[in-house]
């Protein structure tokens, strides 16, 4: 069970990674590969919201917020991936935060111990400091890589980006947890929806963004 659980965590970054390097080599994937998440994030959302049967213009005001920051998201990524050096940036950001999720299942799953959060019963605290130590880790040996330069700031960032990566993670965990739900969908057999795959990203790479770009 574990290992099934581990395999189809690798699975899903390594098609995740081939799916940016191919998006990088031939752009126009990107435009239909970004419309094509954003729709079935957004459908999938909005099932989360509707299940939870929250007052109606709540809904009406959390999907249209979910919509907007999806939409700027979208754009975000492609002007971000049409500069060189921007380019780098979001690709070590990506492996930051599969750094994060990788790392903290299997900390999880090797120390186990108490659990972090009542939201999510699966993880624990173990987990969660071994996605800080992970993202940490591969951020700074990626920018080393990248500027031979290295810094304590660096582990910083990443652990940050791990801690937004979990905090996305938690939020979608909450929100499938009210209406009892496993997956946000089953876009992708066996690994449930979109959202399943890419909420800790949703929040883990704008933010990685902005505190690269306070801090450094």
């Not at 069970?1 to 752009?27: E, G, Q």
């Not at 979990?166 to 909450?174: E, P, V």
Request: charged share 15%.
């Amino acid at each position: 069970m574990i290992y099934n659980s581990l395999r189809k965590r690798i699975y899903t970054s390594i098609l995740l990674l081939l799916l940016v390097y191919l998006i990088f080599k031939f752009s126009f994937i990107l435009i239909y590969t970004l419309i094509v998440l954003g729709t079935i994030s957004c459908i999938e959302f909005f099932n989360l919201i509707q299940k939870n049967k929250w007052d109606r213009f709540i809904s009406l005001l959390v999907n249209c917020l979910f919509a907007i920051y999806i939409l700027i998201y979208c754009i975000f990524f492609f002007y971000f991936t049409a500069l060189i050096h921007l380019k780098i940036i979001l690709i070590v950001l990506l492996l930051s935060c599969v750094a994060s999720d990788i790392g903290g299942f299997v900390f999880g799953k090797i120390f186990k111990g108490p659990k972090l959060t009542k939201i999510s019963p699966k993880k624990t605290i173990s987990g969660s400091i071994g996605s800080l130590i992970c993202s940490g880790v591969i951020f700074s040996i990626l920018i080393f890589y990248f500027t031979k330069n290295f810094e304590f700031t660096y582990l910083l960032i990443g652990i940050l980006i791990s801690f937004a990566c979990q905090l996305g993670d938690l939020l979608f965990s909450y929100l499938k947890r009210r209406v009892r739900f496993k997956d946000t969908g089953n876009f992708l057999p066996g690994h449930g929806g979109v959202l399943d795959r890419i909420d800790g990203t949703l929040i883990g790479i704008p933010f990685g963004f902005l505190i690269m770009g306070l801090i450094l």
